[in-house]
């Protein structure tokens, strides 16, 4: 998928049709570009540093990422880089009987010793995979929410 190895993969299914996640991924997103992003991405030095564009577009940015590839309903591809780290988070949506099953891929390098020190922190200690599961139950349970 990219040239920077694998971390993880996390996945939900959501009892909502595709479109209607897609447009709950939207909101999160700028939620999340308010909130704590905007204050972590100068923190690290992240590249990019803030929000442009209609979020989940192509060329796009949010705070230590940009919309490399966006296929409204189906996929995302988000690139971001600060002083520790260079990364990929890719979302994908894929329907199935009435469900979609939401699935983030992490693929990141961690160089030097600070990179290692900082990868030790973040994915080491598992907060990763927390928030990262945090982010999609939330998306679950509005776009399940909105689907009712």
């Known amino acids: 998928m990219t040239d920077l190895p ?4 996390r996945h939900v299914r959501i009892a909502a049709p595709a479109e209607t996640v897609w447009a ?20 690290v030095g992240a590249q990019p540093r803030h929000a442009s564009g209609q979020p989940l577009t192509q060329g ?5 990422f940009a919309v490399v590839e966006s296929v409204p309903g189906r996929r995302l591809l988000l690139h ?15 329907e199935d009987a009435g469900h979609t099953r ?31 599961d945090r982010l ?6 509005h776009a399940e929410h909105q689907s009712t």
Request: net charge positive; proline share 4%.
């Open 24 to 43: 709950v991924l939207g909101r999160q997103a700028q939620r999340i570009a308010a909130g704590g992003a905007a204050w972590y991405a100068p923190l």
């Open 80 to 94: 971001g880089r600060h002083h520790f780290s260079r990364y990929a988070l890719h979302l994908t949506l894929a």
């Open 102 to 132: 939401l699935t983030a891929r992490t693929d990141a390098a961690f160089p030097g010793v600070h990179g290692w020190c900082y990868r030790q922190l973040v994915i080491g200690s598992g907060a990763h995979a927390v928030l990262l």
């Open 136 to 141: 999609l139950r939330t998306i679950r349970r």
């Open 60 to 64: 796009a940015t949010l705070p230590g």
């Open 6 to 9: 694998f971390v993880d993969e």
